[in-house]
């Protein structure tokens, strides 16, 4: 029955911060979950279900990333300068050393700090608007990071003009040694959270733009595919 607890795709659409399109394309993945009824046939949506969604550290970084008119994260989750994020990331080793090796606890802090760190070292001057970078881990043994900066195609772009599309830029920051001066440097680590990657069971997922990259042990291979929604900076899962 249609009540006030039930919501159309497009209100849940707008509510979440995503496109119809891919709150159908998350329907056939099983991501998140539509229900039909026979009398209309159309997709819908509990208000429940929206709301375990948006608090979901995941699905609010991917709503903050992807808006085009964000607001600032909440404290939690948004890490303003270097220092806040360095602290928080400290913070999260110490507890990772609770469930798992030092060693184990050293490299996701590593690939992490990483990431998050060239957000910071490529958008140095160059926020759009929101400075900083979303940072949470998720009771899913997951790691979300998020930036609203330019991206690294922008960033690479400068060194190396040969650089047209967001698949190029990204194939060559997780591929290729940059040489250039301090912040594209920075682009280089990115090699060593691969190598990471496909050496430990870690799994990530990384896009910049309309291109995304997706690692682990069993895809290790840098095989970066064009998206149908595009991000002006970097969104980053890391599950480990």
């Known amino acids: 029955m249609i009540n006030q607890y039930t919501v159309p795709i497009g209100k849940a659409a707008e509510l979440i911060g995503v496109s119809v399109k891919t ?16 009398s209309t046939g159309n997709r819908y949506y509990s208000q ?6 948006l608090n979901d550290p995941v699905a609010i970084a991917r709503q903050w990333a992807f808006s085009s008119n964000p607001k600032q994260p909440k404290p939690d989750f948004h890490c303003r300068m270097r220092d806040v994020f360095q602290a928080r990331l400290e913070t999260f080793q110490n507890k990772l050393t609770k469930s798992m090796s030092d060693d184990e606890a050293s490299l996701i802090t590593a690939i992490t700090g990483e990431i998050g760190n060239n957000s910071f070292d490529h958008n140095l001057g160059n926020w759009p608007d929101i400075l900083g970078i979303f940072f949470s881990p998720t009771p899913n043994r997951e790691i979300v990071l998020a930036d609203r900066g ?26 290729k040694v940059i040489s250039g001066r301090s912040p594209e440097v920075r682009g280089n680590g990115l090699k060593f959270v691969k190598n ?12 910049t733009g309309d291109a995304l990259l997706e690692l682990s042990e069993e895809k290790n291979q840098v095989n970066v595919k064009k998206t149908q929604q595009a991000i002006r900076g970097c969104f980053a899962i890391i599950k480990y």
């Open 196 to 207: 990471v990657v496909i050496a430990n069971p870690i799994k990530l997922s990384f896009q």
């Open 150 to 175: 330019r991206g690294i195609l922008f960033t690479l772009g400068r060194i190396d003009s040969t650089l047209k599309t967001h698949t190029q830029a990204l194939t060559v920051a997780f591929t």
């Open 23 to 38: 709150l159908r394309r998350w329907d056939k993945s099983g991501k998140f979950r539509s229900f039909r009824y026979k």
């Open 48 to 53: 429940e279900d929206i709301d375990l969604f």
